[in-house]
């Protein structure tokens, strides 16, 4: 399907400024140690560290992956997105449908011939809307990690979130490997239930369009131990490694186009419309 000619460049409305965002201090994003929202931070990650054992995520793919709770379209479940602020994220204290615009808009500057990209960086939080279903925030949000094996020092807050998880007294689960073979590749390893793992499983459910790149993106972005930190290298295969670097070049634009300049979102929803209708077009069961 061939994406809609709807005039002047709507995109004009709103360019994020990615020169300034990049040579701001690193440290400045992703700070987990001060800042205003940090107990809200800490709170939502403790809860998560506790809660998010093997069984517990078994069930959630049991629970969530028949895609059998609603039916609407991509735009829509964006929009609802208006009613959700990200507990876990320390940058940001707006509504997240705000950042989906941010990060596709980043993405569209510096990759205007990949529209299924800028379309990944739209929907890549889709997968939130679970919250709104009565999933508390700490199975929806956050980074992700896997379960079943040994926690690595780089997941946040680590030191002192999971010594209340029984996973984390179970022998067969606190080695490197854990339940898995080395190089099993990441599509046989549990992660931490959340939006990630969810909106992926939509896309394949509902056959969408979007390239394994685009996929990867949408499954492992909040994967921060193993795209940012090199953390659980030996449970790749040949592919995870091949598609390590487009998730990382995604994972820019996800950090730093965060920003409190916010996009005129009805400007820019029909050229995004048009490449819904390219990749996920119609109605999505969810």
């Known amino acids: 399907m061939r994406v809609v000619n709807i005039g002047p460049d709507p995109s004009l409305a709103y360019r994020p400024n990615l020169e300034k965002s990049e040579h701001k201090e690193k440290d400045d994003y992703r700070n987990f140690e001060t800042g205003s929202l940090i107990s809200r931070v800490f709170s939502t990650y403790k809860l998560m560290h506790t809660n998010q054992t093997l069984d517990f995520v078994k069930q959630k793919h049991f629970e969530w992956t028949n895609c059998s709770h609603t039916q609407m379209g991509m735009m829509e479940a964006i929009m609802s997105l208006d009613q ?4 876990s994220d320390p940058d940001v204290d707006f509504p997240n449908s705000f950042h989906a615009f941010q990060t596709a808009e980043g993405i569209r500057q510096v990759h205007p011939d990949k529209d299924w ?3 990944v960086g739209l929907i890549h939080d889709v997968g939130k809307i679970m919250a709104f279903w009565d999933e508390p925030q700490w199975a929806v949000v956050g980074d992700t990690f896997p379960v079943g094996c040994k926690y690595q020092n780089s997941i946040v807050f680590k030191d002192n979130t999971f010594r209340d998880n029984p996973d984390s007294k179970h022998p ?3 080695t490197d490997c854990g339940i ?3 190089n099993c590749g990441l599509n046989n390893v549990l992660m931490s239930w959340g939006h990630d793992e969810y909106l992926y499983r939509v896309m394949k459910f509902n056959n969408c369009a979007i390239p394994e790149e685009g996929l990867y993106m949408i499954r492992f972005h909040s994967f921060y131990p193993w795209h940012s930190h ?3 290298m030996h449970l790749c295969n040949s592919k995870d490694l091949h598609m390590l670097p ?13 920003s409190t300049d916010l996009p005129d979102v009805d400007k820019l929803k029909p050229y995004y419309q048009s490449l819904i209708d390219k990749y996920c077009p119609g109605i999505l069961k969810w």
């Open 230 to 232: 090199g953390d659980y």
């Open 180 to 182: 898995y073979e080395p």
């Open 246 to 258: 487009w998730v990382q070049e995604f994972n820019k634009f996800d950090l730093y186009t965060k």
């Open 117 to 119: 990209f800028q379309l």
């Open 172 to 174: 067969s689960y606190n």
């Open 84 to 87: 959700l602020v990200d507990e």
